[in-house]
Structures are given as structure tokens and as C-alpha cells.
């Protein structure tokens, strides 16, 4: 007989259920978790017990290893888990880096066509920034046929970012004149929503990759990597292992901009410190 669960009720995660799924997340995708994040996973995952009909965290995540559920509940599983707070000009003084010393110095350096990176893009406020930062460059200075590739490891934030419609509470950031350039507004009144325009929609293309793979071979050279509020989710080995493999992906003479609160320290990577948190490929 089914067991019929009420919306009040909370599926309890024991420790060796923990355990498993921690481990599991940790070594294909990085993030680490440590039993501080059993609550936090617990409470993530009951929706996806609940779609599921699953009753325990044992059957879930039996079922999680089967070939069924590998190929269907592993993506919505890690969309669960990942954590996607983001904004527009988050950080803003990177933003202001850029146009000041890194697009003069690509254009100095004949770079007409930048291409660019944002890694762990979230629901792509990060890329939508960076194409209004380019684009207003792009205007004052003269054309910049620049392009941009937003990845991410969660499907769900990355088809949110596709859609580029956001709530008026999350364009805040975004000074009043470049929302006038950027914004399109909703026909209707009553849903307060605004459309990234298509000029800079179409310079910017979303995919997923697992930042934790092998290594990011398809994809062509950049000169500007945003890979911002997403090492602070990996241990050390993994973040210096990132780092190398995202400055593999950079041209010589490319710019790494990290998060605020992230740091290189005594990692042995190929780039030099420009300033605390952004770096140029040697
Ligand atoms: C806090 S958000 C940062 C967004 C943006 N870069 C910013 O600074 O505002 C971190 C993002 O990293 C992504 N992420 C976590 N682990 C990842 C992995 N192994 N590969 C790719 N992306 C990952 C998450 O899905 C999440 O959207």
C-alpha cells in the first residue's frame, strides 16, 4: 500500500543517508559538504522526494543510482542542491576594472572581437552585466564585436537565463541610464517585469559544463574569465585544479576575475595578481 505523505511532513536524511549523497556531490561536482549541510540538504531535497513519491532518503538515493534514475533525477537533483545568488554588477568595482584597464588594453592590443566567459553564471546577471558593460564600451569607443558564454552546472538557472526576464526588485543594481539602453519593459502593467533587449541577447549563448570536468576541451580560448562566488564552494585542491584548468582556457595576456571573498594564495597557477581578486594570464 502507498504511503501518502502530507505536505507537512519532513522526510528525515539520517547521517549514513548524508553520508552517501555528500560524497556523491562532492566528487562529480565539487561542492563540498560537510555534516554542518545535513539540514540544508535535507530541506532542499524534499521536493524531490515528494515528485518522486520516494519516502525515505534510503529509496531515494537507491534510486538516484540506478541507470533510470542516473539518467532522470541526477540533473534535477543537482539543480536542488546548487546555490544561485547572484546580481546584476555584483561586485561592481570588477566592472568598472574592466572597462577601464582591461578593454583599453585589449584594443590596444588590436582585440576587436573579445571573447568572454562567465563560469557558474547562475541566472545570468553576471553575463547580462558584462554584455552591458561591453556594449556601452562598444559605443563610446568604437565597435566591439565581442561575445559571451554563460555556463553553468544547474539546468534550472541556466534555462532562467535563457528566458532573461526579471522582477523589478532584482534590476536595482543596474544604474537608471543602462536600464533605459537594456530593458525592455512587460506590455503589461500588472506583471512588473523587464526583457534584456535582443542586442545584447544574441551576443551571449548559455551552456552547461560541469566546471569539475576533466577539462573544458570544446570550448575555444578566452581573454576575460568572470568565475566569481563559485570557488568558495570547493575545497582547496579542487579550487587550485579549477583555477588551472579555466587559465588553460585563457589567451596569454587574459584577465581572471575571482570572487571577493575568494582567494589564489600559494596556489601554483600560471597567472600573475593584478589585484586582489583579478589576475592576467603569464
Ligand atoms: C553563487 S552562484 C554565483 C553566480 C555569479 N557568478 C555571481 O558571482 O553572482 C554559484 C554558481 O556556481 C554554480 N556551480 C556550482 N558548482 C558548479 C560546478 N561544479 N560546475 C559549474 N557550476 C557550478 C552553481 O550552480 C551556481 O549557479
Keep these: 500500500m502507498e504511503t501518502r505523505l502530507l505536505h507537512a511532513d519532513v522526510i528525515k536524511m539520517t547521517e549514513a543517508d548524508f553520508k552517501k549523497l555528500s560524497e556523491y556531490i562532492y566528487e562529480h561536482y565539487g561542492i563540498k559538504m560537510p555534516i554542518t549541510k545535513k539540514p540544508l540538504l535535507e530541506s532542499r531535497l524534499q521536493k524531490r522526494l515528494r515528485e518522486n513519491r520516494i519516502t525515505s532518503f534510503k529509496h531515494y538515493i537507491d534510486?538516484?543510482?540506478?541507470?533510470?534514475?542516473?539518467?532522470?533525477?541526477?540533473?534535477?537533483?543537482?539543480?536542488?542542491?546548487?546555490?544561485?545568488?547572484?546580481?546584476?554588477?555584483?561586485?561592481?568595482?570588477?566592472?568598472?576594472?574592466?572597462?577601464?584597464?582591461?578593454?583599453?588594453?585589449?584594443?590596444?592590443?588590436?582585440?576587436?572581437?573579445?571573447?568572454?566567459?562567465?563560469?557558474?553564471?547562475?541566472?545570468?546577471?553576471?553575463?547580462?552585466?558584462?554584455?552591458?558593460?561591453?556594449?556601452?564600451?562598444?559605443?563610446?569607443?568604437g565597435g566591439l564585436n565581442y561575445s559571451i558564454l554563460g555556463t553553468d552546472l544547474s539546468t534550472d538557472v541556466l534555462q532562467r537565463a535563457v528566458n532573461a526576464v526579471y522582477t523589478e526588485d532584482m534590476i536595482v543594481e543596474i544604474p537608471l541610464a543602462v536600464r533605459r539602453r537594456y530593458l525592455l519593459q512587460s506590455k503589461s502593467r500588472e506583471a512588473k517585469v523587464v526583457k534584456i533587449a535582443p542586442a545584447l541577447r544574441e551576443r551571449i549563448t548559455f551552456q552547461r559544463l560541469n566546471l569539475m570536468d576533466d577539462h573544458y576541451g570544446t570550448l575555444p580560448d578566452f581573454h576575460v574569465v568572470f568565475c566569481r562566488n563559485v570557488l568558495i564552494y570547493f575545497d582547496r585542491p579542487t579550487q587550485e585544479r579549477v583555477i588551472n584548468k579555466l587559465a588553460a582556457k585563457l589567451e596569454r595576456g587574459g584577465y581572471l576575475f575571482v570572487g571577493h571573498s575568494e582567494s589564489l594564495t600559494q596556489m601554483q597557477v600560471p597567472l600573475r595578481q593584478i589585484r586582489p581578486t583579478i589576475f592576467q594570464k603569464l
Excluded at 546548487?82 to 570588477?94: A, G, I, Q
Excluded at 582591461?102 to 554584455?131: H, Q
Design 63 to 141: 534510486y538516484l543510482f540506478t541507470p533510470h534514475g542516473q539518467s532522470v533525477e541526477l540533473i534535477p537533483m543537482v539543480n536542488a542542491v546548487t546555490t544561485n545568488k547572484t546580481n546584476f554588477f555584483r561586485e561592481s568595482d570588477h566592472f568598472t576594472f574592466l572597462s577601464e584597464v582591461v578593454l583599453p588594453d585589449l584594443v590596444s592590443r588590436k582585440v576587436t572581437a573579445p571573447n568572454i566567459w562567465s563560469a557558474g553564471c547562475s541566472t545570468g546577471e553576471e553575463p547580462y552585466t558584462l554584455a552591458m558593460v561591453l556594449s556601452d564600451y562598444s559605443a563610446a569607443r
